[in-house]
């Protein structure tokens, strides 16, 4: 028989029993991993941003603004955000155009369908600095792949130097993000699809809708949610994507492919200017945390239509 507890007995908080202790205690070393070496990092840099730094990166006075000014007035700072942006809206949409397009095909029953699935994700699956690499030796201008093939099918005699000149550049670095992105978008993109009730499809079509009917009144609707979490996924990474840009190019030719982390880390490891850097980085986690916001009350609002 259980003795009912005495009501001016103080009750036991339920955060602070014999099992939330142990709790506490098996994270306290993950957590303590994270302030060092996750947390206290980022405050520093918020710190840099508005302090005066050396070369070592120590702070030394206080600067205010005087950063965000340096950074405000220097052209190159604008065109390197302006490449930013426009970087991480044509390879997202691309990834995503693309990977939607490659989840219908794969959505389909066919001999073979799973070697297909296997073979997609292996430039996702691949690490970025070595696919980077493999790209840089193919996009090079005298024994790449890419220039001997053109040549040896006559679709261009004399085919360009693809990452000596601005545009070209860009462009080629921007092919390979898209290709190591599109089997991420194309797998989150099936598994949408096939979760959505085959019931429905035949309905429609006893109604007499056609695929392209089918596509737009009801895939298209039941994936909007993985839609906006995969792209904003993709485009968080692809705004910060560093491997690509850097082993590729370097931001060269004279800056004219750099984004804004490759630019951070410019500033941070060659010009040795940890305050300007960490000035970009706190700018880039607000231009982040304000898409993130945006993406999140589209969200919640289209659950609540």
């Known amino acids: 028989m259980q003795i009912p507890a005495f009501k001016g007995a103080p009750q036991k908080s339920p955060f602070w029993t014999t099992e939330s202790k142990l709790a506490y205690m098996l994270l306290f070393p993950a957590f303590a991993v994270l302030l060092l070496f996750m947390f206290y990092p980022i ?176 895939t298209l609707p039941m994936l909007k949610r993985v839609l906006l979490i995969a792209t904003l996924l993709s485009a968080l990474w692809t705004f910060n994507d560093f491997n690509v840009i850097y082993i590729l190019t370097k931001g060269g030719p004279v800056n004219k492919t750099d984004i804004l982390i490759t630019f951070i880390y410019k500033y941070s490891f060659e010009f040795l200017k940890f305050g300007p850097a960490a000035a970009m980085a706190v700018i880039t986690f607000v231009i982040l945390l304000i898409v993130s916001l945006i993406y999140a009350w589209y969200y919640f609002r289209s659950e609540e239509l």
């Open 43 to 218: 405050l520093y840099v918020f710190l840099m941003a508005f302090y005066k730094t050396d070369k070592l990166g120590r702070i030394v006075s206080f600067f205010g603004f005087g950063n965000f000014h340096t950074l405000f007035s220097n052209k190159t700072f604008w065109e390197v955000t302006m490449r930013s942006v426009v970087w991480t809206v044509l390879a997202v949409a691309s990834k995503t155009a693309a990977g939607l397009v490659i989840a219908l095909l794969l959505n389909i029953e066919f001999t073979g369908r799973r070697i297909y699935r296997t073979l997609v994700i292996i430039p996702w699956a691949s690490s970025v600095p070595i696919s980077a690499m493999l790209w840089q030796w193919t996009y090079n201008s005298e024994f790449g792949l890419l220039n001997y093939t053109l040549k040896a099918t006559g679709l261009w005699s004399n085919p360009p130097f693809w990452l000596a000149y601005p545009r070209s550049a860009f462009f080629a670095n921007l092919y390979v993000d898209i290709w190591i992105g599109i089997p991420f978008m194309a797998m989150v993109f099936l598994a949408g699809l096939q979760s959505i009730p085959k019931d429905i499809y035949e309905s429609a079509e006893v109604d007499g809708a056609s695929a392209w009917v089918c596509f737009w009144q009801i």
